[in-house]
């Protein structure tokens, strides 16, 4: 029987990917992409000639059967989304559940992802933390909002660019508009950004500046009353 490694692969920067990632990609017999054509572009500058098959939110639930029946066949599928770790907010979890289930051996390779770089250089606590990914573009969006109002971790969020001044007004109004947050924009690549501040700083910064490339959102929790303070 073979085996299912999920590999991770650069947010930006190329020099991220790890020897190993490299070597897995080139030993591999296929690749499972995001795109197959952003993978592409990624091994040709590595010089990895490695088939490639596309796998992604609109065909993974029909391919899952065949790719599990080529692993138990006895050839090593690695999979690969566009950027960071398969299967955070990415193709992967049906396939790796799917594996698992038919006791088919799983490995997942550490490397690039943007929710902890993000995590980190917000300045916001990161013993206790949770990871929200995408919220709701329309329904179910306030619902999530209002059941995260009381969480007294620290928020990760992923968010599109055109979404996000949206986001943050909706946060403002559940959370308060003094709610400290980070915006990490483009991490790792040439125009990284990031902005700290209150929720209503940080929306009037992206009102006079849209912006652009990759946004990973960190918010505070709540905070714990002082003691003798029961507000």
Do not use: W
């Not at 020099?15 to 993978?39: F, N």
């Not at 059941?147 to 969020?157: D, G, I």
Request: with cysteine.
């Amino acid at each position: 029987m073979g085996k299912l490694i999920l590999v991770p692969t650069p947010i930006g920067n190329l020099k991220d990917i790890t020897h190993r990632a490299l070597e897995v990609l080139a030993d591999a017999d296929l690749i499972l992409a995001e795109d197959t054509r952003h993978a592409g572009k990624l091994l040709s500058h590595f010089r990895i000639s490695t088939p490639l098959q596309s796998h992604h939110m609109f065909n993974e639930h029909r391919t899952v059967e065949s790719v599990c029946a080529k692993i138990a066949s006895g050839i090593t599928v690695a999979l690969v989304s566009d950027a960071g770790t398969p299967g955070i907010s990415d193709p992967g979890f049906l396939l790796v559940r799917e594996c698992i289930k038919r006791e088919i051996p799983v490995e997942t390779l550490p490397g690039p992802s943007a929710l902890i770089p993000a995590l980190v250089n917000s300045g916001l606590p990161t013993d206790r933390f949770c990871f929200e990914g995408f919220l709701p573009a329309r329904k179910g969006r306030q619902k999530r909002l209002a059941s995260l109002q009381t969480e007294k971790r620290t928020m990760v969020f992923y968010e599109s660019p055109y979404r996000l001044v949206k986001t943050i007004d909706d946060m403002a109004l559940v959370f308060g508009p003094e709610r400290e947050a980070s915006v990490s924009r483009e991490l790792s690549k040439i125009f990284e950004e990031t902005v700290r501040g209150s929720l209503a700083y940080i929306s009037e910064y992206y009102k006079g500046k849209p912006p652009k490339g990759e946004i990973v959102l960190v918010v505070a929790g709540k905070k714990e009353p002082a003691p003798g303070n029961l507000s």
